[in-house]
């Protein structure tokens, strides 16, 4: 077996307060790791495809802001194909973007889906369900990140702050 970790986040940034009062979500950011306790997560913001870098955030003058890490148990075949999928996104990333209308649609419970466009939740909700790793009981463009939390065979792995998180990895 192998862990996919998810973390949420309730980032400060004027975008994410927008994003949490809209949806009444204490998190309004996810990503995604491959890796038993990674320093590494990959997520879709305003500017496209991203990694993310918690240890990065020790350096900087950051507020703390609240975070949960969940961890599933997942199939070696299940946790190949996410990382494979990743690196596609990875090497490919100035075909991906952020998809803005799907993020509004979903507060409105409204599929929206383009091939190369996720929000960060979606793209979340994507990884674990096309990889094998779990089955969704609605469509990924619809999860938001309060509702990834509420996936059944999740276990919660971390709760504090971003910047405590990356404490413990150093």
């Known amino acids: 077996m192998k862990r996919i970790m998810i973390m949420l986040t309730r980032l400060p940034s004027f975008s994410s307060k927008i994003i949490s009062l809209l949806t009444g979500c204490r998190y309004n950011h996810a990503s995604i790791a491959l890796e038993d306790g990674p320093e590494t997560f990959y997520s879709f913001t305003f500017k496209g495809f991203r ?4 240890k990065g955030l020790l350096r900087k003058e950051h507020n703390p802001f609240p ?3 969940y961890t599933i148990d997942v199939s070696e075949r299940a946790y190949q194909n996410a990382t494979n999928m990743i690196e596609d996104i990875k090497t490919n990333k100035e075909q991906y973007h952020y998809s803005t209308a799907g993020l509004l649609l979903s507060m409105l419970h409204i599929p929206f889906k383009s091939r190369k466009q996720f929000f960060c939740s979606h793209f979340v909700a994507d990884i674990l369900e096309r990889s094998g790793a779990l089955s969704l009981r609605k469509k990924s463009c619809l999860y938001r990140p309060g509702d990834l939390q509420k996936i059944k065979g999740l276990s919660l792995f ?4 971003v910047q405590g998180y990356a404490q413990s990895l150093a």
């Open 51 to 54: 990694q993310e870098h918690p």
């Open 67 to 69: 975070c949960s890490i």
């Open 158 to 161: 971390f709760s504090g702050t």
